[in-house]
Antibody
Framework: QVQLQESGPGLVRPSETLSLTCTVS????????WSWIRQPPGKGLEWIGN???????NRNPSLKSRVTISVDTSENQLTLKLSSVTAADTAVYYC???????????????WGQGTTVTVSS | QSALTQPASVSGSPGQSITISCTGT?????????VSWYQQHPGKAPKLMIY???NRPSGVSNRFSGSKSGNTASLTISGLQADDEADYYC??????????FGGGTKLTVL
């Protein structure tokens, strides 16, 4: 069973770049598709972007210019970078994954526990 | 502003059935069979309950079912239990964007 663990700084200064890592265990990073999703305090879920096992990515148009999603297959890690952060980027950030066999084409059946990021000076 | 529209809250008594709607457009729900539903308890990560409109992942109770009609998807929970009290989110593939979520529905079990 695939397990995901997000990690990164809990506090980021405004205008800096947020960098988060999702470490995958119990499975191959190449056999699934991957998503970053965030949830501001007291609010709903917001999709940030996807990485497919082909290596292609899709990003939320509202964040696209600031978002970079990459993968390190040798380390079984997924990385999210969000540049020029503001207080509006304060949220719990989740890494999630799915596979066609277990969750269809866009469902995500494995989630990390989430990591809280606060943007503040 | 969420891409998909859900009621803010629904409620029901134990044993009853409830339905949560998720309304989109022909560019998302109406055009593709890629609707998923997630359950989220406070302080926890979301859990996938339904994918591809009506499929249940392994381990999810058959009290949860999904359907779609036109631009509206629905999640029905039958035989309500106390532990069903949670927030529920729909998501759908959105043409040229990939994914969008509804604003979430808080289910209260009375």
């Amino acid at each position: 069973q695939v397990q995901l663990q997000e990690s990164g700084p809990g506090l980021v200064r405004p205008s800096e770049t947020l960098s988060l890592t999702c470490t995958v265990s119990g499975g191959s990073i190449s056999s699934h598709y991957w998503s970053w999703i965030r949830q501001p305090p007291g609010k709903g879920l917001e999709w940030i972007g996807n990485l497919y096992n082909s290596g292609s990515t899709n990003r939320n148009p509202s964040l696209k210019s600031r978002v970079t999603i990459s993968v390190d297959t040798s380390e079984n890690q997924l990385t999210l970078k969000l540049s020029s952060v503001t207080a509006a980027d304060t949220a719990v950030y989740y890494c999630a994954s799915g596979s066609v066999a277990t969750s269809g084409y866009y469902g995500m059946d494995v989630w990390g526990q989430g990591t809280t990021v606060t943007v503040s000076s | 502003q969420s891409a998909l529209t859900q009621p803010a809250s629904v409620s029901g008594s134990p044993g009853q059935s409830i339905t949560i709607s998720c309304t989109g457009t022909s560019g998302d729900i109406g055009g593709y069979n890629y609707v998923s539903w997630y359950q989220q308890h406070p302080g926890k990560a979301p859990k996938l309950m339904i994918y591809d409109v009506s499929n249940r992942p392994s381990g999810v109770s058959n009290r949860f079912s999904g359907s779609k009609s036109g631009n509206t998807a629905s999640l029905t929970i039958s035989g309500l239990q106390a532990d069903d009290e949670a927030d529920y989110y729909c998501s759908s593939y959105i043409n040229s964007i990939t994914l969008g979520f509804g604003g979430g529905t808080k289910l209260t079990v009375l």
